[in-house]
C-alpha cells in the first residue's frame, strides 16, 4: 500500500506522529484516571484495573516519548505499544490490549501516515483480535461493548464520506453509548461474570478504559499535527 | 509414548492368569497421594491388567496404572480394595501391590 | 517425557504447585513455575506473557509442553504466549483445562511415566470432576468410617 493520500473525499491522511500523539493522550488519560478506572473494578472485579492500565501505559508513555521510539511508520509504533502493554500490565486486559494493538499493527504495513479508512480497517482488525483472544461478543460486560460499536460507527461515517473529525465524534460518542449500556447488563466474560447478575447496575472497567481509546482519538486526530517538535525524533 | 489402557479385567473366572487379591487400607487419613504414586509407578512396571475396586464404597473397578482413577477409589481407613490382575505377570504384580499396603515392617498379608 | 509450566497469579503459588507436583514425579519432570508482573514497585499479582513465553521456552522439549493456569489472564496470557512461538513449537504445547492443584499433581506423575502430552492433559483434565469429599454413602454392610 503506502500511499498517504485520503480517500472517500476525506481528504485527510493521518501521519504516524497524530497516532503517537493519540497514544500519548490515551496514556496520561489512563493515569489520571486510575483511581476511577479502580473503583469500577472494586465493584464487579478485584480493583486492579486502573493499577494494571496505569502501569502499562506508563511504560507506553516513556516508550512514545523516548526519541529512539520507532516513529517511521504507524504499523512499527503500534507494534512496539502491543509488546509493551503486553508484558506491563499484568491482568486480563495486557493480553486483550496487547492483541488490539498487535493486530492493528499488522493491518497497516510499513506506512508513515494512513487514510481514514485505513484507519477503521485497523481498528476492526484490533477489535477482531480482541473478540478472539477473549472469547467475547458484544453484550458480553467488556471492553468490546465501547470498541465494537465505535469501530462500526466509524466504517460508517467514513462510508458515507464524512469529514475525519465528525467520523472520530461519531465513533467516540458510539463508544461512550456502549460503555454506557455495560452497566445495564450482566458480565459474561472475565471476572466479573462469577457475579452474573449481580454485576448489573455497575459500568464495565475495561469498557471504559476502551472508550477513552475513542473519546482521544476525537480529540487528537482530528486535528492535523503540526511537524516533529523535536529533530531528534526523525530517524 | 502413549501407555495403552486396556479394559479393567473383571473378577471372577477368567484365564489361568488372572488373580486377585484383597487389600485394607491401614493409613489413618486413607489411601495418601504418595500411596496412590507407589500404586501407580508399581502397575506400570508390570504387563498385567490391574483393576482395583473399593468394595466398601462400591467404587470401581478402576485401572491401578492410573492415578486419576485411583484418587476415584474414595479409600478410607479401613476400606477393603480388591486387586484383580490379569496377563503373564499377574501374580509378581499382586505381590509387588500387597506390599504396599502392607503396615510398614509388617510382611504382606497372605492371599 | 513432556515438561509441564505452571502458570499462576501469584509466584509463590505457582512455586508451591510446582513443589506438590515434583514429589509426584520424583524430580523426574521439569516443570516451570510462573506468575507475577514485576514494575518499580516491585512484584503483584498478575500474569506477564512474556514471562509465560520464557518458561515454555525454558521448559522447552520436543515430546511437548503441558501449561495450567489458575483463572483469567493466566489463561489469556498462556493463549498470547503460544502465539509468538514458532507453530511446530506451538503444536507440542497445550492449555489445560485442569485445575491448578489436582492437574498439576496428576500430570506430573503421568508424565513421569511417559505419558504423551495429549494423555497427560486429558488425565489431568479429569481431576475436574474427581470428588474430594466423600457424600455420606448408603452402605447396605453398615461399616462405619
Ligand atoms: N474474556 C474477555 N474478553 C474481553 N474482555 C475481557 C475479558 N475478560 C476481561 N475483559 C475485560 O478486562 C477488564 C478487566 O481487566 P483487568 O485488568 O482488571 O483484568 P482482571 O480481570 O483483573 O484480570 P485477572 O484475570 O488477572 O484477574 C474487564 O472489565 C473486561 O472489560
Ligand atoms: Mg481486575
Known amino acids: 500500500m503506502g500511499q498517504q493520500n485520503g480517500q472517500a473525499g476525506n481528504g485527510q491522511a493521518i501521519s504516524v506522529e497524530q497516532i503517537r500523539r493519540w497514544l500519548l493522550a490515551y496514556a496520561h488519560r489512563i493515569i489520571e484516571q486510575e483511581e476511577y478506572l479502580t473503583a469500577l473494578d472494586a465493584d464487579i472485579g478485584d480493583a486492579d484495573h486502573g493499577t494494571n492500565m496505569r502501569r502499562g501505559l506508563e511504560k507506553v508513555k516513556e516508550r512514545l516519548e523516548d526519541p529512539d521510539c520507532p516513529c517511521n511508520s504507524v504499523g512499527s509504533l503500534l507494534r512496539s505499544v502491543a509488546m509493551t502493554l503486553i508484558s506491563a500490565v499484568g491482568g486480563a486486559a495486557g493480553p486483550l490490549y496487547g492483541t488490539f494493538f498487535l493486530r492493528a499493527a499488522t493491518s497497516c504495513n510499513n506506512s508513515p501516515a494512513i487514510t481514514p479508512a485505513q484507519f477503521a480497517a485497523m481498528l476492526r482488525q484490533g477489535l477482531e483480535g480482541v473478540k478472539q483472544r477473549g472469547k467475547a461478543h458484544l453484550d458480553d460486560k467488556t471492553m468490546v461493548d465501547s470498541i465494537q460499536p465505535a469501530v462500526e460507527a466509524l466504517e460508517a461515517a467514513i462510508g458515507q464520506h464524512k469529514d475525519l473529525r465528525q467520523a472520530l465524534h461519531e465513533a467516540a460518542e458510539a463508544a461512550r453509548r456502549g460503555m454506557e449500556h455495560t452497566a445495564e447488563i450482566p458480565a459474561r466474560k472475565g471476572r466479573a461474570s462469577y457475579l452474573g447478575p449481580r454485576s448489573i447496575g455497575h459500568q464495565d472497567p475495561g469498557a471504559t478504559s476502551a472508550y477513552y481509546l475513542f473519546e482521544t482519538a476525537a480529540q487528537v486526530l482530528a486535528t492535523p499535527a503540526h511537524r516533529r517538535e523535536s529533530p531528534s525524533r526523525h530517524r | 509414548m502413549s501407555r495403552p489402557r486396556p479394559p479393567h479385567p473383571q473378577p471372577g473366572p477368567e484365564g489361568p492368569a488372572s488373580c486377585s487379591r484383597t487389600v485394607t487400607v491401614q493409613e489413618p487419613m486413607g489411601l495418601h497421594l504418595r500411596t496412590g504414586k507407589a500404586i501407580v509407578q508399581t502397575a506400570n512396571r508390570f504387563q498385567a491388567r490391574i483393576a482395583i475396586r473399593n468394595l466398601d464404597q462400591d467404587v470401581g473397578p478402576v485401572d491401578a496404572k492410573s492415578i486419576l482413577q485411583i484418587m476415584q477409589l474414595q479409600a478410607r481407613q479401613g476400606h477393603r480394595l480388591e486387586l484383580v490382575a490379569q496377563g503373564p505377570d499377574a501374580r509378581p504384580a499382586l505381590e509387588a501391590l500387597a506390599q504396599i499396603f502392607a503396615q510398614p515392617g509388617e510382611p504382606a498379608p497372605p492371599s | ?145
Open chain 3, 1 to 145: 517425557m513432556i515438561a509441564i509450566v505452571i502458570v499462576s497469579h501469584s509466584r509463590c503459588l505457582a512455586e508451591g504447585v510446582r513443589e506438590v507436583a515434583d514429589q509426584m514425579a520424583s524430580g523426574q519432570v521439569t516443570i516451570v513455575p510462573v506468575g507475577g508482573v514485576q514494575d518499580q514497585e516491585g512484584t503483584h499479582l498478575g500474569t506477564d506473557p512474556m514471562a509465560v513465553l520464557q518458561a515454555i521456552q525454558d521448559a522447552w522439549t520436543p515430546d511437548g509442553v503441558l501449561i495450567l493456569a489458575d483463572l483469567g489472564s493466566a489463561i489469556l496470557s498462556a493463549e498470547t504466549a503460544l502465539e509468538f512461538l514458532p507453530p511446530e513449537q506451538r503444536r507440542r504445547c497445550r492449555i489445560s483445562n485442569a485445575p491448578l492443584v489436582e492437574g498439576a499433581i496428576v500430570a506430573a506423575l503421568e508424565a513421569s511415566l511417559g505419558g504423551s502430552l495429549d494423555a497427560v492433559n486429558a488425565a489431568a483434565e479429569g481431576t475436574g470432576s474427581l470428588v474430594k469429599v466423600a457424600r455420606p454413602h448408603p452402605d447396605p454392610r453398615g461399616s462405619t468410617p
